[in-house]
């Protein structure tokens, strides 16, 4: 059996037949635990071999737990039964070691994968247990362990079922986007008219002076700046601290100004409820916008890149196309 033959093949048994598995057997599935790789090289597995009553007493204790919490749900109880009828119970410990236990996690579920492929490989059946953790307290105890952690078990044996792959989700949704580029743009100053709020008018006000800029926008669209095909040239949503200087919403970005508008001449003259605002020159990097975590994830690539914000971060959205973009100052011209 070749490596890709094992990894494919393998399943999760929890079904066996009576019949007992040979001592060197289960030594060659132990070996291939032994020869794992593990952080720093710690080797932080021990195994308990069980087998007759021992195991069925272990097995017991997890019934026990699941009559004795109903309202917990856990498959304890199936996990019992399915020990009961396996020849063979691997317990697998670890030291105690807080500051090492996540690594040594780690390291012990690489040493269970390789003891299921062997054991496959081998003719067995396995079943990797982690349901050992709901009464883990009695079973360490019933071992004879107390005072090591019990990471999980395994069930071994000749195999009295043949299920079908479990379903697997497709590679495409394992893999992550490779997170967005942000291209640079040197913006010299520019004007926007528009709806100005603070964070002072309490939750919600962005969304209100949209809504207040979408319904008035008759009476400042002959003054705006207008594209080839007539559309707003930009439509922005421009930030700027409380003392108007385009620094960066202050209070972890909790606090400042905002103004729902388009862009304008200079010489634009605001009618009455709307404010005209300078938004000085600046250098950005523009990252697209729309999504919850695109603030957070250019924030990242700013820390990331040793580069810090200079200035508000000021929003744009394509008339045309609806696209949205974030404008991230990183040098001030
Ligand atoms: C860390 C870990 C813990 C598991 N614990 C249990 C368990 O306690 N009881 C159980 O029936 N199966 C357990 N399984 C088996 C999984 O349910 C099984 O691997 C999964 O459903 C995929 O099925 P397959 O192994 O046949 O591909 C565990 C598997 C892993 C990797």
Known sequence: ?????????????????????????????????????????RQPWRFLVVRGERRRQLAQLMLDWAEAHPDIPSSSGY???????????????????????????????????????????????????????YAEVALRQAA????????????????????????????EELLLPAPPEPRREVRPAFWVMGREGSTED?????????????AGFAEIEPLILHDASGRPAGVWGCMSSMDRRFAPWEEGFTRGLYLAGAECPADAQPPSGWTKWQVPGFEYLVFPGGRPEAFSLALAYLRGNGL??????????????????????????
């Open 202 to 214: 309490g939750e919600g006000f962005v969304r209100r002076l949209w809504d207040e800029a979408q």
């Open 79 to 133: 996990t019992a039964r399915v020990i009961r009828q396996a020849p063979v119970l691997i317990l697998v410990f670890c030291e105690k070691d807080d500051m090492w236990r996540d690594a040594d996690y780690l390291s012990i579920g690489g040493a269970m994968e390789h003891m299921c492929l062997t054991a496959h490989a081998e003719g067995l059946g396995a079943l990797w247990i982690r349901d050992t953790v």
């Open 308 to 333: 810090s914000l200079c200035g508000a971060q000021q929003d744009h959205t394509d008339a045309a196309t609806g696209q949205n973009e974030m404008y991230f100052p990183v040098r001030r011209l």
């Open 1 to 41: 059996m070749t490596l890709q033959q094992a990894i494919a093949g393998r399943r999760s048994i929890r079904r066996f037949l009576p019949t007992d598995v040979p001592e060197d057997k289960v030594l060659r599935v132990l070996e291939s635990a032994r020869l794992c790789q593990s952080a720093k090289n």
């Open 144 to 171: 004879g362990y107390p005072d090591m952690d019990l990471a999980g078990a395994m069930a071994l044996g000749y195999p009295a079922e043949n299920p079908p792959m479990r379903p697997r989700l497709p590679l």
